[in-house]
């Protein structure tokens, strides 16, 4: 996992919304030291919007950890 994300943060896909948002964030992780709380929607990764499923992929592809 990733140190951002912690065990158990995970990036869901919802598709009421069609939306990626966060589920799990836990108090103390670093995630929830920089503001992120669970349900907060994700809107892009490193400046690629994520419009949908695929998009989002693309843009986890290409993050250097």
Do not use: C, F, M, W
Request: charge should be positive; glycine fraction near 8%.
């Amino acid at each position: 996992p990733s140190p951002l994300l912690a065990q158990r943060t995970r990036v869901v896909y919802q598709t009421k919304s069609q939306r990626h948002v966060l589920s799990g964030v836990d108090p103390g992780s670093l995630a929830h030291a920089l503001g992120l709380r669970t349900g907060d929607q994700l809107e892009s990764i490193n400046g690629i919007t994520l419009h949908d499923l695929d998009s989002a992929l693309r843009a986890l592809s290409l993050i250097h950890i």
